[in-house]
């Protein structure tokens, strides 16, 4: 950690972020001095908060509030865009959760087993360390994201390339008072929207993208709707799914009928739902006034002792996985099914290919954020 501020806003590059999440389940509700945020990290209370229809994630409070008028002309069409489908929350997800279900997805697998194994086959045919990041959590990231969309592996990084303004936007706290983030984020919806309508929207190859042609065509909802879906989906496919797979393979000699419940546990992608209260309430005796900001810390609660002993340890065949990092309830998410079933392909790839990948757990680089975790690179060595 190299702050030291509250520990959800410290640097998490040089250290493993799961000691500090672990500390915080020390303290199950406190109240953030800096923000006034209430952080809650005791598994039935996050488990319970998600349910709960006074929590919502939608800021009650215009984010741009305070700015001078041409810096929220600068500002507004980034926010705009990430609150595009919230009003239209229940009827996108009544289209698309259909299309995430099981027998919808095993007719991808093939592709995503062919890829995987060509993937690892390809690590051992370098003649440099690989890195797993680069070399195979992205493209194969690609192929899982290729497999819904209809799209090529090509396509698919255009896409994903599109989006990388906006994610900048995302992962930095204060982005809202950041004029550059906010002029290379609407390039980036500018580039996505065109790159969404091309490749998904124009020739529909794909069930997901017959839905999202729908969205796009329906007056109700429209093009922007659409195509927020679209960035939603990449976005929240690709780093978090890396962090995932990064997971499987430092833990690949311990396969097990509950191996991708514990990776999904310990590895945590998404360890912050966000919440805002709607109204006055009371969690656990803290007083929470409407519009106040609510951190549900997914990652602590998989951590929380009283749920999961020695909850450090991998232990993929010794406990009853009741983990959160899908979320819960209204917002949980859509594509768990898929990132299921592809961390189930690759561990059983690193488990059955003849190939054999080492990992050196010291080269391993993070982005630092508590919040969501975005690993960068991690070398390999395949054989
Ligand atoms: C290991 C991989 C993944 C993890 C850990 C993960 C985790 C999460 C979590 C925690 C949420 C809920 C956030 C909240 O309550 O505020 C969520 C929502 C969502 N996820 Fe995932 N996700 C993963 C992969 C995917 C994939 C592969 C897709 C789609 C192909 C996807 C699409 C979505 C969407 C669309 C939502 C928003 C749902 C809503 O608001 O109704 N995710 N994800």
Redesign the pocket.
Known sequence: MRTAEHPIFADYRDSDPRAALREMTARPVSVEPRTGALIVTAHPLVQRL?LDPGLT?MPQRDPLDGLPPDRIALHRPVTDFFRAWGGH?AE??RR?LPI?GRHHLNPLLPRLRETAGELLRGLRATAEPADWVRDFCRPYCLA??GA?FGASDHDMDVLARSTDGLMAYVAKSGSARDDDLAVRARASIEQAGAAVRAIVLDAPASE?AVALRSIADDPALGRPVAVA?AV???T??MD??T??LTETLLHRADPGAGFTDEV?RL????R????YATRDMEVEGHRVRAGQRVL?V?GAANLDEDVFPEPLEFRPDGRENRH?????????????G???A??GVAADALATADVTVEADPATLRRAGHLGADQILGLTVRAR
């Open positions: 998600l994630n929350h996108v997800r698309l995430f899982v994201l819904v997901l879906v939603q989906i990449i929240g496919t978090p799914l962090t995932a999904l590895s945590c992608p998404f912050f739902a966000v919440r549900l997914l959160l990092a899908f979320g819960r309830g209204a917002h949980m998410c859509i594509g768990s898929l990132a299921r592809a961390i």
